[in-house]
């Protein structure tokens, strides 16, 4: 089945600086790559995500790249902010699967 | 509201005492999963169903049963709870994947302690 790695498992940076969380998965059919945030004693929730047809998406403060070769994706949040602080995880969704497989998460920490 | 509901949101009991954690929503989705989180090792699936009166089981099933005799309900059934079962559950639900979207729902949590 799919495998995702996620890295680093924890991210410290300063207020206003960018951050970037990189996940690997190992099934080269997987053709959904979603993010979710989660917030201390919260639900995970989607915040962006990206179909194995498109190299790059972004959102405001948040890009998603995908590099299909290398089976690789990239969660970039540029001018970081405190509320930014949360568990992210990433995920891929191979066609002969059924629900998300997700990397180990990445707490993120933005120091005001 | 187009929203997933667990119940209880925290239990705490004792080892071998048969429980379920309830799973409803409301979003007439075709697929439902539960997740537990542990420190660590991110959301891990225990099971999942694709539609009423099919499941399988995902990567850690050990210790749990499921059943899905509505559409809307997807219950995570623990008959003896044991210490290692002390985590924060998570249901999910989505789509079918042709035609819709891919995203996944989860609902509140579900943190439970076995002492």
């Known amino acids: 089945g799919e495998n995702v790695e996620q890295h680093p498992s924890t991210l410290s940076v300063q207020e206003g600086d960018s951050a970037v969380i990189k996940c690997t998965y190992s099934?080269?059919?997987?053709?959904?790559f979603p993010w979710y945030k989660q917030e201390l004693g919260k639900r995970p929730q989607l915040i962006i995500d990206?179909?194995?047809?498109?190299g790059e998406k972004k959102d405001q403060r948040i890009a998603v790249t995908l590099n299909k070769t290398a089976k690789h994706f990239s969660l970039h949040i540029t001018e970081t902010q405190p509320e930014d602080s949360a568990v992210y995880f990433c995920?891929?969704?191979?066609?002969?699967?059924?629900?998300?497989?997700f990397g180990g998460g990445t707490r993120l920490m933005v120091k005001p | 509201e187009a929203q997933v509901t667990q119940n209880p949101r925290y239990l705490i009991t004792v080892t071998g005492k048969k429980l379920t954690v309830t799973c409803s929503q409301n979003m007439n989705h075709e697929y439902m999963s539960w997740y537990r989180q542990d420190p660590g090792l991110g959301l891990r699936q225990i099971y999942y169903s694709m539609n009423v009166e099919v499941t399988d089981k995902g990567d850690v099933p050990e210790g749990y049963k499921v059943s899905r005799k509505e559409k809307r309900n997807f219950p995570l059934i623990l008959e003896s709870p044991s210490p290692n079962q002390t985590s924060l559950y998570f249901c999910?639900?989505?789509?079918?994947?042709?035609?819709?979207?891919?995203?996944?729902?989860f609902g509140p949590g579900t943190r439970l302690t076995v002492t």
């Open positions: 990206i179909r194995s047809n498109v």
């Open positions: 099934d080269s059919a997987s053709n959904y």
């Open positions: 999910a639900s989505r789509y079918r994947r042709t035609g819709y979207s891919y995203e996944q729902y």
């Open positions: 995920a891929a969704f191979p066609p002969a699967g059924n629900m998300l497989t």
